[in-house]
């Protein structure tokens, strides 16, 4: 187990550094420290002003090798960027000035609070649909079904939330539409309605995925040889198609588990909940791109991650694969 | 009519015929692949089961409605007052009113002055007294120009690396994976916004982003296939008969997975134009002034909250971008059942 996941992580080092190459080529090669400068600081600014912001960040430096004399030639923007990336130091805020690990940080807990709840929820909603549609066999049912899930895929998330915050703010008046506050148990009725509608953007495309993965599984052979000697439906279901299915769902989803720490864009901002996807939606406005790439670097760190559970899980259901 | 003075389609310093030979192109384009299909045996067998498939049918329809609408707003024609397009002929008795109207409304929504129109709206005007329908079948434009650009982005770059990997193996299935591991890494819309950002907005930049981060998913695809289409003794026979590497992958590999590519195109192009509303209400998609679901649902938010309630504009441009999507979802999977029956989904 132990050599297995040492392969799987070393597997992943270069992975890293091509998205460490591939943001530094974004964000200083295909646009200039320069025009970053003049987009961050407005139009009016004056060179003056350019040369120094460049200089207080560092991004004056040359490009990728540092060929004036007397100055040593690793002293380049490549080096520096990539030496700040490997030891995590994530910079500060290109508008604001403040540290971008402290803004991360304080970002962290409110997306965990909107996603964890509407995560959990969500799956077992949908596991649970998605039984319940392979165990009726009803033809008429799955095709409703399946229409239906196409159709809540269909719809853009900003027109569920328009609706909800509408419905649940104009006409029935009952939750606050807006807003977020720490505050113990009260922060539940901010995040009722978010969590609500993250849920219903994202049932549709599960309970299809589910659905379609417990269906393989009840074609096997082995589901055969259970109805043969006569086990009730009820029970290959639970025993047999949930069990055996739920080693794919784990896989599935266990590589999105890394994704909740970043929240949800759109939702977030809708509600004004100060969470990660808020600070990354403010980013875009700005724009600050500090903490677009930082955000791109900790993003693909999390993904990784995500892929690191997941063949953890699959080497703890499946012996087959550690041994290889 | 409004004259769209932003409007990037019908700005001068286009000429005139480009956007009337893209339309022209992609007609070509389907033609080809009908032609192609036609002398397929496995393309003849998954069109007879498409006729069996009403709901397919429907959804194939309305997707190609709305190909007629946004192919009538592409094609652009000369006037005194610079160019049009053929949708802003035929909708060209539209007047423009002074602010917002409710649909079918006689007289202009101001509790103050209500004014009377200059006509009835069917799904009553913008703020800027635009006919919302109008607004919103030139908007299906936006959506087909991301689709199709991107997809003409990501579809080579995807089908080339995919296929090559699984016919060299080797070192170049090593590059192939590494590189779409690498951008896979990237949550797609951190790297979207990246891109968007350093590029600026625009439909050009956004089909970039988009086919940059979605050629992943049809190379893995393909590579897939390929490899298993790569066990089977045709290839082997042409190999044997010393054909050339590249009229096995033109010839052999290529028609053998091609039935995934179009159903990938039609799922993913449902999959572009809801990006595209998306990206656009982040603000970093359409520009201003180019009609867009995503840029009229984001103007809509607020006007949610004025009395007398304006709904029509978001109801409009919401409804149309769902119809499209669904629509594209359902035909979509109509395909995938009619290449493969045996698929659950």
Known sequence: MFSYLLRRILFFVPIVAGVMLLTFALFFMVQSPEAMARRVLGPKATPKAVELWLHNRGYDKPLLINRIPEQPWYDSLFISQMRRLATFDLGSSDVTGRPLAEVFRQGALPSLLLTVPAFLAGLVMSVGLALYLVFIRNAVADFIASLLCVALMSVPVMVYVIFGQYLVAQVFNYFPAFGFQLNGWSTAKFLLLPIALMIVSGLGADVRLFRALFLEELGQDYIRTARAKGVSSAVVLLRHVFKNGLINLITLVVASLPFLIMGSLLLENFFGIPGLGNVLFTAIQLPDFAVVQASVFLGSLLYLGGLLLTDICYAWADPRIRLH | ?345
């Open chain 2, 1 to 345: 009519m409004t004259t769209s003075s932003q409007d990037w389609l019908t700005q001068s310093f286009l000429p005139i015929w480009l956007p009337n030979l893209a339309v022209l192109l992609g007609a070509l384009l389907v033609a080809l692949l009908v032609w192609q299909g036609n002398r397929s045996e496995r393309w003849a067998v998954a069109w007879r089961r498409l006729r069996g498939d009403r709901l397919g049918q429907v959804a194939g329809a309305v997707a190609a409605l709305f190909l007629v609408v946004g192919a009538l707003e592409t094609v652009v024609y000369p006037t005194d007052t610079g160019s049009r397009t053929v949708l802003q002929l035929l909708l060209s008795g539209i007047p423009q009113e002074k602010g917002y109207s409710a649909p079918l409304a006689t007289n202009a929504l101001s509790v103050s002055d209500p004014k009377p129109l200059l006509k009835r709206h069917l799904l009553g005007t913008d703020a800027l007294g635009r006919d919302t329908l109008v607004q919103t079948l030139r908007a299906t434009r936006s959506a087909l120009w991301i689709g199709g650009l991107t997809s003409l982005v990501y579809i080579p770059l995807g089908v080339l690396l995919g296929i090559l990997a699984a016919y060299y193996r080797g070192w170049v299935d090593d590059v192939v994976q590494y590189l779409y591991s690498t951008i896979a890494a990237v949550p797609e819309i951190l790297m979207l916004v990246a891109i968007l950002m350093v590029l600026g907005k625009g439909l050009g930049t956004m089909a970039i982003a988009l086919g940059i981060t979605g050629w992943v998913g049809m190379a893995r695809l393909i590579r897939g296939e390929a490899l298993r289409q790569m066990e089977r003794p045709y290839v082997a026979a042409a190999k044997a008969l010393g054909q050339s590497d590249w009229r096995i992958l033109t010839r052999h590999l290529l028609p053998n997975v091609m039935h995934l590519i179009v159903i990938k195109f039609v799922l993913g192009f449902s999959g572009l134009v809801l990006a595209e509303a998306v990206l656009s209400y982040l603000g970093v998609g359409a520009p201003v002034g180019t009609p867009s679901w995503g840029a009229i649902i984001d103007a809509s938010r607020s006007e949610l909250s004025r009395d007398p309630l304006v709904w029509w504009n978001l109801a409009a441009a919401s409804t149309a971008l769902f119809l499209l999507v669904l629509s594209l979802n359902i035909l979509g999977d109509a395909l995938r059942r009619a290449f493969d029956p045996k698929s659950n989904s």
